[in-house]
């Protein structure tokens, strides 16, 4: 039975809805079977290349471009390009289990001008977690922004369970002061048959916090993750 078309709004979600009422002019008693309804999300466009951040661009938030990528299946690699200026992170960036979305493809987060200076990642305050969190995913680059956690109980970066090919290079970490060591500026947490590899930690700027960069790729003495680099960093007042 054909029942029409429709045409989805762009970068939206739409709820679709249909049911029967008197079939065959008769009066059913039964009602959990005669409605269906499903909800379909507009792409806005074909997501790869660069994508605009902030005032301006394609999306307000990274929050925002990240569910997008979640719903529309990349086309390529992609690099979110952040307007100057502050952007506040309500909860956390999550790029979590990214591979079932993006595939192969890549995906970079970094500031318009490449100076980190130029674009600051605030966390709102009052919640635990990470501004930015990389858990189960691989082929992610952060590069020339600024993350300042809003209080002593963010963590700039936390990059968790099995992820490969991660990169964070040139970046400012302006962490709150706290004695918990879990709580630093970059926190890597490998576990049992989920390893990091593959991880480059280069030419950032860490100041502040318990710890500046705390490591522990692998889930034993004896199972390790691999090919781990950390090299040029500034680490100050630890």
Excluded at 121 to 142: Q, V, W
Aim: proline share 3%; hydrophobic share 35%; net charge negative.
């Amino acid at each position: 039975v054909n029942l029409g078309s429709y045409q989805s709004q762009s970068a939206g979600a739409d709820t679709i809805e249909i049911w029967v009422e008197n079939p065959n002019s008769v009066a059913d008693s039964i009602f959990i079977d005669d409605t269906l309804r499903t909800i379909i999300y507009g792409c806005p466009k074909l997501l790869s290349g660069d994508i605009p951040i902030g005032n301006g661009g394609d999306f307000a938030t990274i929050e925002e471009a990240v569910e997008t990528i979640k719903l529309c299946p990349p086309q390529g690699d992609i690099r979110l390009i952040l307007s100057t200026g502050t952007h506040i992170v309500k909860d956390s960036v999550k790029l979590m289990n990214l591979k079932q979305y993006m595939g192969d493809y890549h995906l970079t987060i970094t500031s318009s001008t490449g100076n980190p200076d130029d674009v600051i990642i605030k966390g709102m305050p009052y919640l635990r977690g990470s501004i930015i969190t990389i858990d189960g995913t691989d082929n992610i680059t952060l590069e020339g922004i600024t993350l300042e956690p809003k209080d002593n109980r963010w963590r700039g970066i936390t990059i968790q369970n099995e992820c490969r090919n991660i990169l964070i290079n040139k970046c400012k970490i302006i962490q709150k002061d706290s004695t918990g060591t879990a709580i630093c500026a970059i926190y890597v947490k490998g576990n049992t048959g989920k390893l990091v590899n593959d991880l480059t930690i280069t030419n950032n700027t860490i100041i502040g916090g318990a710890n500046g960069i705390y490591i522990s790729a692998g889930a034993s003495t004896t199972v390790r993750g691999n090919n781990v680099r950390v090299d040029s960093n500034l680490l100050m007042g630890q």
